[in-house]
T-cell receptor, first 114, second 113 residues
Framework: SAVISQKPSRDICQRGTSLTIQCQVDSQVTMMFWYRQQPGQSLTLIATANQGSEATYESGFVIDKFPISRPNLTFSTLTVSNMSPEDSSIYLC???????????FGPGTRLTVL | AQSVTQPDIHITVSEGASLELRCNYSYGATPYLFWYVQSPGQGLQLLLKYFSGDTLVQGIKGFEAEFKRSQSSFNLRKPSVHWSDAAEYFCAVYNTNAGKSTFGDGTTLTVKP
C-alpha cells in the first residue's frame, strides 16, 4: 500500500503566527483529506482536497483560517493561519483507496500554540 | 446524516482476557464500516472493514468484528488481549454519497498485566 508522510511531525508556535503542514503520498491519489484531532477527542474533518480544484470545507472551517493547496496528485499542504491556543491539536492528512474506501493516514502533526 | 457512537470511552482489561469494543452507527443505506487503531504518537491504522458479504470480518492483529444490521452495530472483538493492544480505537462509517467518513469518539483501551 502507499506510504503517506507529514512534515513537521510536531511544532510549537506563537500565537498569531501561521504554520504550513505538508503531506506527501508516494503514489497518485485522487482525494486527500485533512483532519483535526483535538486532545482526547475524535477526528474532525476539516476539508477534502482534490487536485485541480478548490478544497471543500466542512461546516465550521473556512479557507481563510485553513488554506489548503493541492498542486498535484501526490502532495497537499494545510496552513493553520493566525494561530491561537485553541488550534493546538494533532493534524492528520489521509487519502482514500482500496476496496470499500478505506482511509490511509499520515502519522500526524502535533501542534502546540502558546 | 450518518453518525457513529462508541458508548465506552475507556475500557480496561487484563492481558489474556477477551475484549469487545462497541460501535453503533446510523446510516440510511448499506454502510461501509471500519475499525482503526491509533497507538500513542501515531496515525490511524486500519484494523478491518466491512462493505459487503460475510458479516463476520477478520482483521489484522487477531481482531474480528461482526456487522449486525438489525442492531446497527459493528462491535470489535479479540479473544485474548496482548499488552501491545493498548491504544485508542475508532469506529467509522463511510458515506458513499458524500464521499467521506464519520468517526466515533473513540475508545481508549488499557491492558493490565
Amino acid at each position: 500500500s502507499a506510504v503517506i508522510s507529514q512534515k513537521p511531525s510536531r511544532d510549537i508556535c506563537q500565537r498569531g503566527t501561521s504554520l504550513t503542514i505538508q503531506c506527501q503520498v508516494d503514489s497518485q491519489v485522487t482525494m486527500m483529506f485533512w483532519y483535526r484531532q483535538q486532545p482526547g477527542q475524535s477526528l474532525t474533518l476539516i476539508a477534502t482536497a482534490n487536485q485541480g480544484s478548490e478544497a471543500t470545507y466542512e461546516s465550521g472551517f473556512v479557507i481563510d483560517k485553513f488554506p489548503i493547496s493541492r498542486p498535484n496528485l501526490t502532495f497537499s499542504t494545510l496552513t493553520v493561519s493566525n494561530m491561537s491556543p485553541e488550534d493546538s491539536s494533532i493534524y492528520l492528512c489521509s487519502f482514500e483507496g482500496g476496496v470499500g474506501n478505506e482511509q490511509f493516514f499520515g502519522p500526524g502533526t502535533r501542534l502546540t500554540v502558546l | 446524516a450518518q453518525s457513529v457512537t462508541q458508548p465506552d470511552i475507556h475500557i480496561t482489561v487484563s492481558e489474556g482476557a477477551s475484549l469487545e469494543l462497541r460501535c453503533n452507527y446510523s446510516y440510511g443505506a448499506t454502510p461501509y464500516l471500519f475499525w482503526y487503531v491509533q497507538s500513542p504518537g501515531q496515525g490511524l491504522q486500519l484494523l478491518l472493514k466491512y462493505f459487503s458479504g460475510d458479516t463476520l470480518v477478520q482483521g489484522i492483529k487477531g481482531f474480528e468484528a461482526e456487522f449486525k444490521r438489525s442492531q446497527s452495530s459493528f462491535n470489535l472483538r479479540k479473544p485474548s488481549v496482548h499488552w501491545s493492544d493498548a491504544a485508542e480505537y475508532f469506529c467509522a462509517v463511510y458515506n458513499t454519497n458524500a464521499g467521506k467518513s464519520t468517526f466515533g469518539d473513540g475508545t481508549t483501551l488499557t491492558v493490565k498485566p
